[in-house]
């Protein structure tokens, strides 16, 4: 009989992987009392996902870990190379997708290679006590929930079973987890393939720590005479660009991941039909594959003999078969059990979209289930439900940019690849296809939402979509402020700050479940060529001051990453290739002056007067509790 548990929670997170880790630290920074149980004692040391697009990372900037993420979890990744195979690591490709750029929306690089165990180690370090209780090597044996509660049995070494009851139970253990495998999945929930995406295929996936050659460890290495140093070495043989090897025969991924100085190197690569799985991941079949890309032609160089990267410089972490395919649950959402991350939906490595896809999961969940506990809430499985049917639509772009990348890496025929890449060459002759080709899959900007009955964003804008960035989140959604909502008023002009100001006095704040006040707004101001002083009438008091923030020119931010204390810091900017300080403009309208943003950085409503902003302040609880 299991012991119950004497405190009661709002809910109860199973896993505590990325996904669960971060829906954690936003519920502690929303004030929810949790519990997450985890199976294993300590994060696991083996790097898996590698790689995080730019929504990740603004959403972990939202928690306070940006600092960290370049300094100590990883770097911001250059191109995705697509190449022919057979040829080695630095032949032109016929396509690549420049993501060291920031025009993508977010105000940051379109993705960043990094080491998940040091990622999940401050994701964990965001979490507060006060609200989240981490329970270590503890196992789930048993779910049951009744009209008001659900209740999570579960066992540690050496202790009896425990019982907690909770409002809510997610589970974001996984694929193979226990609340979907053995919770929903006798209730009707499965994970159904993606009908788009027909590949499914086992790959092996191989894990190497580097270590540098030297005139000292290898006197007989022979570019030290041509004048290589170490470093050149390395670059010479692991190309800082991530390559997608399109090889018909054989189809394959590599690159290196985290920091540059912990030089490690991921090479994923097919397992064709009829070979065994097991053998194809041994030392001696993985040397086969991949020491030929390692390997150069020593006539290049003006040598005898081809050069190889010496094998004792090599330490294997990893070297295991996986199997993947596109899959995701028919409901995400059952009764008082929520699912998430890769309980809810797995991803082909292709896209990078495993571990972004999770923390969108996470975001867009975090205030929901905040509404949700709220007890003026009385319709938590509408609030789910819409929330599965908006996450899809985001999904299906994800998916799609995943399946772009799948199709250029796996196309089977010799002659059809052959043709592609002539094509895809002659079209770059023209720069602007050039550039739009270039951007991948931010091709099509920032994913743009269509309403539907049951979705949390206002119906008089057919299409939704989330609210660029210009490093505005921190002032957005700073610590202190209460609201799960929060209001932008865009200015073109300091001037007008006191009018907006006052225009909001009109506004009657009506006592909603998402917590927006007028009183916390930020101001935008948009006019680059107006200093913001505080000599302005408008700016003359530290009150005044508060919430007012000004959108830098790309000159004025590249400045900011060269002052002392940025240097001081060693934490350089990434340059704003491409950045358009007018991007909130130009995606919500340049008649759009007063924004309600959701706490997924979702747009709710773009409002042009101060009539339709009262108008979609009165209609938030109708929207979100009673859709």
């Known amino acids: ?62 928690i306070g870990l940006y600092r960290e993420l370049f300094q100590d979890v990883g770097q911001s990744m250059r191109c995705f190379r697509f190449i022919e195979g057979g040829r080695g690591l630095d032949v032109r490709p016929f396509l690549q997708f420049a993501y060291h750029t920031i025009e993508g929306g977010t105000g940051h690089p379109g993705f960043m290679s990094h080491k998940q165990p040091v990622l999940e180690k401050h994701l964990r370090g965001a979490m507060d006590n006060e609200y989240g209780d981490v329970r270590l090597s503890s196992t789930v044996e048993n779910v049951r929930e009744d009209t008001d509660s659900i209740y999570v049995t579960y066992s540690s ?24 495998k053995r919770y929903l999945e006798p209730k009707g929930i499965i994970m159904e393939k993606s009908p788009k995406f027909h590949y499914e295929a086992v790959w092996v996936a191989l894990n190497w720590r580097l270590t540098l050659p030297t005139q000292e460890t290898h006197p007989g290495f022979p570019l030290w005479q041509l004048g290589y140093s170490s470093a050149e070495v390395y670059d010479l043989f692991f190309p800082t660009d991530f390559n997608f090897i399109c090889d018909p025969s054989r189809p394959s991924v590599c690159g290196r991941f985290g920091r540059h100085e912990d030089r490690l190197w991921r090479f994923e690569f097919v397992v064709k039909e009829g070979e065994d799985k097991e053998q194809m991941a041994t030392k001696d079949e993985v040397k086969k594959i991949v020491f030929p890309y390692l390997t150069h032609k020593g006539q290049k160089f003006g040598l005898q003999n081809d050069i190889r990267w010496p094998e004792d410089c090599i330490e294997w972490i990893r070297s295991r078969p996986f199997s993947f395919s596109a899959r995701s649950c028919n409901k995400w959402a059952l009764g008082r059990a929520i699912l998430c991350g890769d309980a809810a939906h797995v991803f082909p490595p292709f896209g990078g979209q495993g571990i972004a896809s999770g923390f969108r999961d996470a975001i867009s969940l975090s205030w929901r289930i905040k509404i949700a506990t709220d007890p003026k809430c009385r319709n938590h499985e509408s609030i789910f439900c819409g929330w599965y049917v908006e996450r899809k639509q985001q999904l299906e772009q994800s998916l799609a940019s995943t399946v772009e990348n799948g199709n250029f890496c796996n196309e089977p025929s010799i002659v059809k690849a052959y043709c592609r890449n002539w094509y895809l060459w002659a079209v770059q002759m023209v720069p602007a296809w050039k550039h739009n080709l270039e951007l991948g899959g931010r091709r099509d900007g920032m994913t743009k939402y269509t309403w539907a009955p049951g979705l949390h964003f206002f119906a008089s804008i057919r299409r939704r979509s989330v609210l660029p960035s210009a490093f505005t989140d921190d002032t957005i959604f700073a610590r202190h402020k209460s609201g799960i909502f929060q209001l932008v008023v865009i ?15 009109l506004v009657r704040n009506v006592d909603t479940i998402t917590g927006l006040r007028t009183q916390e707004a930020t101001f935008v101001v948009h006019g680059l060529s107006t200093m913001i002083s505080t000599t302005h009438p ?38 704003p290739h491409f950045y358009d300080p007018n991007r909130i403009r130009v995606d919500l309208g340049f008649d759009a002056r007063y924004v309600i943003v959701r706490y997924d950085r979702f747009v709710f409503a773009a409002c042009s007067n101060i009539d339709d902003l009262q108008v979609a302040v009165n209609k938030q609880d109708t929207c979100i509790i009673q859709a």
Do not use: W
């Open 157 to 180: 070494p050496g202790s009896v079973s425990r019982s907690i009851r909770a409002k809510f139970l997610v589970g974001a253990d996984g694929k193979t987890g226990f609340v979907r």
């Open 491 to 505: 200015l073109d002009s300091i001037d007008q700050l006191q009018t907006s100001r006052a225009e909001l006095q």
């Open 538 to 575: 408008a700016l003359r008091g530290e009150k005044e001051r508060e919430g007012v923030i000004r959108v830098l020119s790309a000159e004025e931010y590249t400045a900011a990453g060269s002052t002392g204390v940025a240097k001081a810091a060693k934490f350089p900017r990434h340059p």
């Open 1 to 62: 009989m299991a012991i119950c548990d004497c405190n009661e929670v709002d809910v109860v997170i199973c896993g505590l992987g990325p996904t669960g880790a971060l829906l954690s630290a936003l519920l502690c920074r929303l004030r929810v009392k949790h519990i997450i149980l985890e199976r294993e004692a300590q994060i696991t040391t083996d790097p898996r996902g590698i790689v995080l697009d730019e929504d990740g990372i603004r959403i972990l900037q939202g």
